[in-house]
């Protein structure tokens, strides 16, 4: 069964300062891993993949298969990063798609 | 251009009702996504549509709940003789290509209440 967990509900941290949220998953094979973000009465978009690799907003996100993990990154966090953030797994040629329960970024002034 | 809409944003049903939730997916978008979200949770699988085809109805809670998509485009998530677990956000998505692996674009979700 493919399961993705993020243990921090809530994460706090002052303007300026990196930023980290905690994605784990579970899955046999190799999946494809995504972020995505819901800023405060918006939609959900998606932040990020780990096949592009790219650097979003400043975010990026490295894929660790020894770990199982796609932690979420970001140097030097910004007040409109304030959001809640889903780290989301999807089993190639397969429409499922597993969600965690999300983490909600504050970026204090 | 448009995006993905969903309607109608807000439903209040009294428990045993039949509810019909509306999405209409970004125009030549192939896939096609029901989530449900419960409060404090993330968005979970329910099913999904490549075209018309249903290819993954593994989420559907029980047999109350039924999705169609019969041409391709607009779908109705259904929901038969409505309890109060049934009580959350329900999300529709839609990719440009097929299977889960390509961004999908969210609605704004449609809030359904039973009492």
């Known amino acids: 069964a493919q399961r993705v967990t993020q243990p921090e509900k809530l994460l706090s941290v002052f303007k300026g300062a990196p930023v980290e949220l905690k994605c784990n998953y579970s899955y046999s094979g190799s999946p494809e891993l995504f972020w995505y973000v819901q800023y405060s009465r918006q939609r959900l978009q998606l932040l990020l993949r780990?096949?592009s690799r790219e650097s979003i907003k400043g975010f990026t996100a490295d894929l660790n298969k020894g770990e199982t993990s796609f932690h979420l990154k970001k140097p030097f966090a910004q007040e409109e990063d304030s959001a809640m953030y889903y780290c989301a797994l999807s089993s190639p040629n397969a429409g499922k798609s597993t969600f965690g329960d999300g983490t909600t970024l504050t970026v204090k002034p | 251009g448009a995006g993905v809409s969903q309607s109608p944003r807000y439903k209040v049903a009294k428990r045993g009702q039949d509810v019909a939730l509306r999405c209409d997916p970004i125009s030549g978008h192939v896939s096609l996504f029901w989530y449900q979200q419960a409060l404090g949770q993330g968005p979970e699988f329910l099913t999904y549509?490549?075209?018309?085809?249903?290819?993954?109805k593994s989420g559907l809670p029980s047999d109350r709940f039924f999705a169609e998509r019969p041409e391709g485009s607009v779908s109705t998530l259904k929901i038969q003789r409505t309890q109060q677990e049934d009580s959350a956000v329900y999300l529709c998505?839609?990719?440009?290509?097929?299977?889960?692996?390509?961004?999908?674009?969210f609605g704004p979700g449609t809030r359904l209440t039973v009492l």
């Open positions: 780990h096949i």
């Open positions: 549509f490549q075209n018309e085809a249903q290819l993954d």
């Open positions: 998505a839609s990719s440009l290509g097929t299977g889960g692996m390509g961004e999908q674009f």
